[in-house]
């Protein structure tokens, strides 16, 4: 499963881990990215791989808004 969000975009941060003898080596951030399955108003399933955050946002405007704003490539 791929680590972006069809919702908000995220994606994996990188960086460098920096241990106590700061010595520095490449590491990443992973988004905590879910493949959820949601019933759209006419009764049609859709999968979506969304963030918490994405998650949030369609609990507050809906999945049939958030999924409209999605196709149309506004978000």
Request: include cysteine; charged fraction near 30%; aromatic fraction near 4%.
């Amino acid at each position: 499963m791929s680590n972006i969000c069809d919702v908000t975009g995220a994606k994996p941060g990188f960086g460098n881990a920096v241990s106590h003898s700061h010595r520095r080596t490449r590491r990443r951030w992973n988004p905590n990215v879910q493949r959820r399955r949601f019933r759209l108003a006419d009764g049609r399933t859709v999968r979506l791989n969304v963030s918490t955050t994405g998650l949030r946002i369609i609990d507050r405007d809906g999945v049939n808004a958030v999924l409209a704003r999605v196709r149309r490539g506004a978000i």
